[in-house]
């Protein structure tokens, strides 16, 4: 099972969360985590917790990737794209299809 942060292919969108307000379905969501294939982030600078820890959720060995245009660091076990969602999300998720990783 494969969780994107978005509905697509019959997966998951966890919503718009302002700062200071909870994260609705996050012990779902780690839940989720720890049970993916692979965890793919879309425009996040993985600085605003909780939403960020969700990457230590994910089981040793899983690949991650994430899209987005600003970092300004890059966990080791994270694949980083450095591109536009809406450019690079398209060919990356073909690339998922592709290899059999989603269906």
């Known amino acids: 099972m494969v969780w994107f942060g978005l ?3 019959g997966l998951v969108w966890f919503g718009l969360v302002w700062f200071g307000e909870s994260v609705p379905e996050f012990d779902n969501a780690c839940k989720i985590a720890i049970q993916a294939d692979l965890l793919l982030v879309i425009g ?3 600085q605003v ?3 960020a820890s969700l990457l230590d959720q994910v089981r040793f060995g899983i690949p991650v990737f994430l899209v987005s245009p600003d ?3 890059v966990p080791a076990n994270v694949t980083w794209y450095q591109e536009n969602a809406a450019t ?3 060919e990356l998720v073909e690339s998922f299809i592709n290899k059999g990783l989603v269906g």
């Open 7 to 9: 509905v697509w292919f």
């Open 88 to 90: 690079k999300l398209p």
């Open 49 to 51: 917790y909780p939403a």
């Open 71 to 73: 970092m300004d660091f």
């Open 44 to 46: 996040t600078s993985l």
